[in-house]
């Protein structure tokens, strides 16, 4: 490897390292928010497996010729506009996002497009660590609550048990359920989402059939929950269970995660039939 290459590689991961400490205060409340909200609690796993995944290309990505880009200043100006709009209006979402903006942008200069074409999952994939707007997050509660409640009424009335729906409420003979916000499905929807892209970016060969196996996550994650929804409801109908107690309250949410992984095989499996 030739000095020039090596100084800049070099200045390189001098970058990354005065972008780490001048993200710090970012990176801190990012941390913050992983501990203390459930719904992201995944997001100590995200960087983890980004990392490996590189690890894992190290000997590919040494072979990458490396050819400077100098659009990544382009992005990497993007990205700290991000950052000073978002400081501006106090929006965490977008103060955050800048950070994967700029690192984009500084492996396209660094490094060049051939290193961000081996590398745009590994990047992309840390979205993933960065809570979404909560007026994002409570739009869409509602609306997955309902859907939840509708689905799973429609079920238990078509295998013939007797049910009304009221708003979010499913009132069944000897008791009432209530489809909570936790129990939406869009606490496991954004932490599948996650484990839908890394197991679509490692199971198929075509891009095509990445995407479509990723997307295929939101209805899986939907039937997921209703299933939850549907098995708790039979379980309060035909033997009384308390629901919300330890451990059958985790055993339940843990369901979501069994059978949305299953559909996610068996689709995948499916996928990589088509897609050879």
């Known amino acids: 490897m030739s000095n020039t290459a090596t100084n800049d590689k070099k200045y390189f991961y001098l970058t990354l390292g005065f972008l780490g400490l001048f993200y710090i205060p970012v990176l801190y409340d990012l941390v913050i928010d992983w501990a203390t909200d459930a719904n992201y609690s995944h997001g100590f796993l995200v960087p983890v497996i980004s990392g490996y995944l590189l690890w894992r290309k190290r000997k590919e990505l ?10 990544g200043l382009l ?9 000073i709009l978002g400081n501006a209006a106090a929006e965490y979402f977008t103060v955050r996002l800048s950070l994967l903006v700029i690192l984009f942008g500084l492996v396209l200069y660094h490094r060049g497009g051939g290193f961000v ?10 979205f993933f660590m960065i809570p979404i707007p909560y007026v994002i997050y409570f739009s869409a509660t509602f609306p997955m609550q309902l859907l939840a409640s509708k689905v799973t009424t429609g079920i238990l009335q078509a295998i013939g048990m007797t049910v009304v729906r009221k708003g ?5 003979p000897n008791e009432s359920l209530e489809v909570a916000e936790a129990c939406s499905g869009l606490r496991s929807l954004i932490s599948l989402l996650a484990l ?7 199971t198929q060969k075509t891009f095509f059939a990445k ?27 035909t033997v009384d269970a308390e629901v919300t107690a330890e451990p059958l309250h985790s055993i339940m949410g843990a369901m979501v995660f069994i059978v949305a992984f299953i559909l996610l095989f068996i689709f995948g499996s499916i996928l990589r039939r088509i897609f050879r």
Request: aromatic residues 14%; without cysteine.
């Open 196 to 202: 839908g892209a890394i197991y679509a970016y490692i």
């Open 117 to 126: 074409k081996k590398t745009w999952f590994e990047i992309a994939f840390l």
């Open 62 to 71: 040494s072979e990458v010729l490396v050819s400077p880009n100098n659009l």
């Open 168 to 172: 979010n409420i499913i009132h069944l």
């Open 211 to 237: 995407l479509i196996l990723f997307l295929s996550t939101i209805p899986i994650a939907v039937a997921g929950n209703v299933f939850r929804v549907f098995i708790t409801a039979i379980l309060v109908y």
């Open 75 to 83: 992005v990497i100006m993007a990205g700290a506009g991000l950052f």
